[in-house]
């Protein structure tokens, strides 16, 4: 593809030098040698008025040498004869044939005649005797001057294009085949047995496509892998209770070949029964891992849950905006770790803010991570930092509602959410929104460095309140028993700060 971009561009842009190029040239050429005539005609027109006044030799000779503005000996005065049957003169260097100053003379306007070297103006002019012919000599190389120049600037000017155009052609090829080549490899590398291989979402519209679906694709195979194991070590299972009555039965047997050849036969059962547990139990092992190597689209994570969770804000009058949450954001973390981090932080907004309490989640796309906001317009968090340790229980937290008896929370859900960021590098903060109450950051890194202790990765981003907005959602049938507890009964963590 980047080969046949290059052609493409090649061929375009030749064909657009030449069509320009060739005719700029002939141009050039041709301005040449009027600028040379042109210089050879007002050499000549200093000759006209000295021979309207007087055809004196010596006169003509000082008139002719004070016309010479180059090199000399290019000036010629064809005088006719003063009387009937004189001869005529010729003053300066003359090299036009008789016969082409007798055809100026009859033309009467100015006439070019070849001769060696070059060519020669001749200019017919009035005087007292008849006509006399003044002839200007202009050699070759004034006719080309500056052509080889203009020339070889053009021709470089149309190399450069042509360059310029291929590289500029192999770039954006470049940009079009590397998705193209990530797609590819990453789907030889699953059918050898790579089940985290993901591909980035980028290039083109149609290869955007292209790797969303084979991120899909891998997601599916990874469940699919996983469902089978799960089923293997299911009915592996199953069949001990036929092995052990069948070890029962084979007990009760008592000697002989026939029983111990039964007795031995389950006991390989057995063996046979417990490896295909073990191996099966390993495999769910790995594609665990896989899967969360792999990663998820927080965005879709989070457009996810914020369909389940504004049920319950349409129940508590609750102004909900997202942003950033349009386009795809992979993050390298399993799909139900972030969950259960997203319905944490969610679920702290409802368990500690007043009903009606607006709040907004916010994904912003950085280049070393993407960074999740939660943040709400509540009364706030007293003490950051404790909210972040674990078990921390203590009053005058972040609203009205506490989350266990006795005041406090178990610190559970804000705990899930800092391991989580560790887990891949980064890190959250707990800070002021601009909303007016607590804003979470989650900052879940792509590279997979940890930051400096103490030092602040990224930068506070700014609110922006005009992203899209969550509409009510109806009534639905998963917000029954929601509001006793003041979360969703399908959350999966503790939401306790």
């Given at each position: 593809m980047r080969w046949a971009l290059v052609k493409v561009a090649l061929?375009?842009?030749?064909?657009?030098?030449?069509?320009?190029?060739?005719?700029?040239?002939?141009?050039?050429?041709?301005?040449?040698?009027?600028?040379?005539?042109?210089?050879?005609?007002?050499?000549?027109?200093?000759?006209g008025p000295v021979l309207a006044i007087t055809t004196d030799r010596t006169q003509l000779e000082r008139?002719?040498?004070?016309?010479?503005?180059?090199?000399?000996?290019?000036?010629?005065?064809?005088?006719?004869?003063?009387?009937?049957?004189?001869?005529?003169?010729?003053?300066?260097?003359?090299?036009?044939?008789?016969?082409?100053?007798a055809a100026a003379v009859k033309l009467g306007r100015?006439?070019?005649?070849?001769?060696?070297?070059?060519?020669?103006?001749?200019?017919?002019?009035?005087?007292a005797s008849g006509i006399a012919v003044v002839e200007v000599y202009v050699p070759d190389d004034a006719l080309t001057n500056g052509?080889?120049?203009?020339?070889?600037?053009?021709?470089?000017?149309?190399?450069?294009?042509?360059?310029?155009?291929?590289?500029?052609a192999d770039r954006l090829g470049t940009r079009m085949v590397r998705p193209a080549e990530r797609l590819a490899a990453a789907a030889h590398d699953l059918g050898r047995g790579g089940l985290a291989v993901r591909v980035p979402e980028d290039g083109p519209r149609e290869l955007r496509s292209a790797a969303s679906a084979f991120n899909s694709m891998a997601d599916q195979v990874v469940q699919l892998l996983a469902n089978e194991r799960e089923l293997a070590a299911d009915l592996s299972h199953r069949l001990r209770t036929p092995l052990t009555v069948l070890r029962?039965?084979?007990?009760?047997?008592?000697?002989?070949?026939?029983?111990?050849?039964?007795?031995?036969?389950?006991?390989?059962?057995?063996?046979?029964?417990?490896?295909?547990?073990?191996?099966?139990?390993?495999?769910?092992?790995?594609?665990?891992?896989?899967?969360?190597?792999?990663g998820c689209d927080a965005a879709e994570v989070i457009r996810e849950r914020m369909d389940f969770w504004s049920a319950l804000a349409e129940d508590e009058d609750r102004?909900?905006?997202?942003?950033?949450?349009?386009?795809?954001?992979?993050?390298?973390?399993?799909?139900?770790?972030?969950?259960?981090?997203?319905?944490?932080?969610?679920?702290?907004?409802?368990?500690?803010?007043?009903?009606?309490?607006?709040?907004?989640?916010?994904?912003?796309?950085?280049?070393?991570?993407?960074i999740v906001l939660v943040s709400d317009a509540?009364?706030?968090?007293?003490?950051?930092?404790?909210?972040?340790?674990?078990?921390?229980?203590?009053?005058?937290?972040r609203g009205h509602r506490p989350a266990v008896a006795g005041g406090g929370s178990t610190g559970l859900g804000l705990d899930?959410?800092?391991?989580?960021?560790?887990?891949?590098?980064?890190?959250?903060?707990?800070?002021?929104?601009?909303?007016?109450?607590?804003?979470?950051?989650?900052?879940?890194?792509?590279?997979?460095?940890?930051?400096?202790?103490?030092?602040?990765?990224?930068h506070r981003l700014r609110r922006r309140l005009g992203g899209r907005g969550l509409g009510t959602r109806g009534r639905r049938a998963a917000r029954t028993g929601t509001r006793g507890t003041g979360r969703p009964d399908a959350g999966p963590s503790d939401a306790g700060e």
């Open positions: 061929a375009v842009t030749t064909m657009v030098v030449v069509a320009f190029a060739v005719p700029l040239g002939l141009v050039v050429k041709e301005m040449a040698s009027d600028r040379a005539y042109s210089n050879a005609e007002r050499q000549a027109a200093t000759i008139a002719v040498a004070s016309a010479e503005t180059g090199p000399g000996g290019r000036i010629g005065v064809h005088v006719p004869a003063a009387t009937q049957g004189g001869t005529p003169a010729e003053i300066g260097t003359c090299r036009a044939s008789p016969t082409d100053v100015a006439s070019i005649a070849p001769v060696p070297g070059g060519t020669s103006l001749l200019q017919p002019t009035a005087v052509v080889t120049t203009s020339w070889a600037v053009l021709a470089g000017v149309g190399l450069a294009l042509v360059i310029g155009s291929v590289a500029v029962l039965n084979a007990a009760s047997l008592g000697d002989g070949p026939a029983a111990e050849q039964t007795r031995a036969a389950v006991e390989q059962l057995e063996r046979e029964v417990d490896q295909i547990i073990r191996t099966a139990r390993a495999q769910k092992a790995h594609t665990r891992q896989a899967a969360a190597a792999a102004t909900v905006r997202v942003a950033g949450a349009d386009r795809p954001a992979r993050v390298p973390v399993a799909r139900p770790e972030l969950t259960a981090a997203l319905d944490a932080m969610l679920g702290n907004v409802f368990r500690h803010t007043p009903e009606g309490t607006a709040f907004a989640v916010d994904v912003h796309h950085a280049d070393e991570a993407v509540g009364p706030g968090i007293a003490d950051p930092d404790a909210a972040l340790r674990r078990g921390w229980s203590g009053g005058g937290g899930i959410v800092r391991r989580l960021a560790e887990s891949t590098g980064g890190d959250v903060r707990i800070g002021r929104s601009v909303l007016g109450g607590t804003e979470v950051r989650v900052w879940l890194a792509l590279d997979g460095r940890r930051a400096p202790h103490g030092v602040r990765r990224g």
